[in-house]
């Protein structure tokens, strides 16, 4: 094979390996962004599940008064 084909093969495969670099990097930055949501939406979650929780043990007080009240006015 002569060098100028063979500088032309690898020029070529150099020119594919470079469209799937630029490929992969744009890939990798879709990733990112979707990484970024979904953290986004497991913090608001997380405050989800504080905001429950504090209704939930409100909820549980405000019935075992109201039970304990009841328990004893019976008396």
């Given at each position: 094979?002569?060098?100028?084909?063979?500088?032309?093969?690898?020029?070529?495969?150099?020119?594919?390996?470079?469209?799937?670099?630029?490929?992969?990097?744009?890939?990798?930055?879709?990733?990112?962004?979707?990484?970024?949501s979904i953290q986004q939406t497991?913090?608001?979650?997380?405050?989800?599940?504080?905001?429950?929780?504090?209704?939930?043990?409100?909820?549980?007080?405000?019935?075992?008064?109201?039970?304990?009240?009841?328990?004893?006015?019976?008396?």
């Amino acid at each position: 094979m002569s060098v100028e084909r063979e500088l032309a093969v690898h020029e070529t495969e150099i020119k594919h390996l470079q469209a799937d670099m630029d490929k992969m990097v744009q890939d990798m930055n879709e990733i990112k962004a979707t990484l970024k949501s979904i953290q986004q939406t497991l913090d608001q979650a997380h405050g989800g599940w504080r905001m429950l929780l504090a209704v939930g043990s409100a909820a549980a007080l405000v019935g075992g008064a109201v039970a304990w009240f009841i328990e004893h006015m019976g008396k």
